[in-house]
């Protein structure tokens, strides 16, 4: 994790959920997209193999030459890896299929869990004053979710508003949970994302509903509309605030980031009390 007397204003969260199709990776980039707008230098690491997040950022892949695996396994800086998007305050540093066989790797590393945390202490990262780091991880919690949230301040986890929606939840709170005792305990959950939501639809009404009545403050006010327009963006390789500006999903993002931001200003305000 980044020193917090060095980098008092870099936040780092783990996008993750170790269930697939609730709007992980399409939160990752877009909230990347809107701290971004607001004026928030950010870097987004895509961990997923499937490289999706770098994809939908307009990273092509046959000029991916460093990627996350260079970042995690190489001598490659930091500086020959982040890869600007346009004009924005935004860096990505791209994944490929290479991360496939990162388990396997991992498994036979020194300090194992830790390698992502010690990637990011490279004075190209930390020096680079970063608002926000992001990382968007693989659907599952494998070794790269587990360096992902201990190099992380929170989680901020993607929950689709839809039948089963907290199933496998209390998984992954029980590994944060472990996490916090044994290898970072200062790990929080960023909060609950509500994602995919109808309001039209009495199921997801009820989701909603269960999620606030057994979650509480966590689940976020924000949440993030069914919204066509979020999911052909990817399809043209740009955020959904770029592909159409006053879509439902591109103003619920922007809501997001100014939810996150506000909150974490008032972490800072009640620290600097302290």
Known sequence: MFNVSSQPKTRVIAVANQKGGVGKTTTAINLAAALAEAGKKTLLIDIDPQGNASTGLGIEGSTRRYTTYDLIFGDVPATDIMRQVGEAPLWVIPATTDLSSADIELMSRARRTYLLQDALRQPAIT????????????????????????????????????????????????????????????????GILLTMYDRRNNLAQQVEADARDNLGDLVLKTMIPRNVRVSEAPSYAVPVLQYDSQSKGAVAYRELAVELMTKHGKLAQEGAAL
């Open 127 to 190: 020096s680079a004053g970063f608002d926000y780091v992001l990382i968007d991880c693989p659907p599952s919690l494998n070794l790269l979710t587990v360096n992902a949230m201990v190099a992380a301040h929170s989680v901020l986890v993607p929950l689709q508003a839809e039948f089963f929606a907290l199933e496998g939840l209390s998984q992954l709170m029980l590994s944060i949970r472990e996490l916090r005792e044994t290898a970072n305990s200062s790990l929080r959950i960023e």
